[in-house]
């Protein structure tokens, strides 16, 4: 592996590791009385200001190319229903709820891309689909499906974070900055819409009396997301598919390690069991493709 991979590897390692600690300062901030909502919206949109402010040649490219307009939707309402679910579920059942994504990013990609579903794509979607079962299955319950609201959120989050993968693969051709602009931007406006007509509905808070020791949190979150986005452009460009999928499951190792050493979660065997399955289901679609060379 040259140096160029390397590093690329590095990149999206840091990416994964940050995303799974985000539920601390998800859960931080919603100790404070900011709801997730609130949260996304001020976090992103800080963090969208720093990458205008770093990369602001990119703004026309949004007002040509209307496909990044879609991206900062589904970006923006994947961050909500993410946040949503981690503050307030279980985070390693979260977690591997919403890393069914590269389940319907199978399905999406056949519907939009037009790219073929092999055997070995139907057997990921069957080991995926069999390991959330396991994950959700409880006696008492009969069926296993999601049974909470976070548990739907998390399911909700990782179909919309499919849909902003294959928008992207559409858009490969742009710069890695006018996609992160898109993301960003979409995931702090959407947000802040949604939670003044959540605020509106009573269904939320106001961030009216919010104390002043949650706006440092704030803004080393969007530090930290704005770093994160921008490692995540950097390796997706330069690594094949099928080894981007398997660096950013680290995400699920960190999450639900850190999540158990801190006590946020507990650990069930049959998490264990459906969270081997999950976690090997990336493994069965093998890309062949050569990796994208950075332009």
């Known amino acids: 592996m040259h140096s160029l991979q390397k590093s690329a590897v590095a990149a999206l390692l840091l990416n994964s590791t940050l995303w799974g600690l985000s539920w601390t300062g998800t859960r931080a901030l919603e100790g404070m009385g900011l709801h997730p909502v609130w949260a996304t919206a001020a976090i992103f949109s800080a963090c969208a200001l720093l990458l ?69 794509s139907l057997a990921r979607v069957a080991l995926g689909l069999g390991g959330a079962f396991i994950v959700l299955y409880q006696p008492r319950l009969g069926l296993p499906l999601p049974q909470s609201l976070p548990d ?27 996609r992160a602009v ?21 269904m939320i808070a106001w961030p009216l009396h919010v104390p002043l020791a949650a706006w440092p949190v704030v803004g080393l979150w969007a530090v930290l997301f704005l770093v994160s986005n921008l490692c995540l452009q950097y390796g997706v460009a330069r690594l094949p598919a099928n080894i981007t999928a398997v660096i950013m499951l680290a995400e699920i190792l960190v999450a639900s390690s850190s999540a158990w050493v801190l006590g946020a979660a507990g650990l069930r065997a049959q998490d264990i069991v459906g969270g081997i399955l999950i976690l090997a289901a990336p493994w069965i679609v093998r890309d062949r493709r050569p990796a994208v060379q950075p332009a």
């Open 152 to 178: 739907w959120m998390a399911v909700l989050s990782g179909l919309l974070f499919a849909i902003t993968n294959v928008l992207l693969r559409r858009l490969h051709g742009l710069s890695d900055g006018a």
């Open 52 to 120: 205008v402010l770093l990369r602001w040649r990119e703004l026309p490219r949004l007002w040509r190319h209307p496909t990044l307009w879609c991206v900062g939707l589904a970006t923006g309402l994947t961050n909500c229903s993410f946040n949503v679910a981690v503050a307030y579920g279980d985070v390693v059942r979260v977690i591997l709820l919403f890393y069914l994504m590269p389940i319907w990013t199978v399905i999406l990609a056949r519907l939009f891309l037009h790219e073929a579903i092999t055997p070995r």
């Open 182 to 202: 898109s993301m960003l931007a979409g995931s702090g406006v959407l947000a802040g819409l949604l939670g003044v007509g959540l605020s509106l509905a009573g």
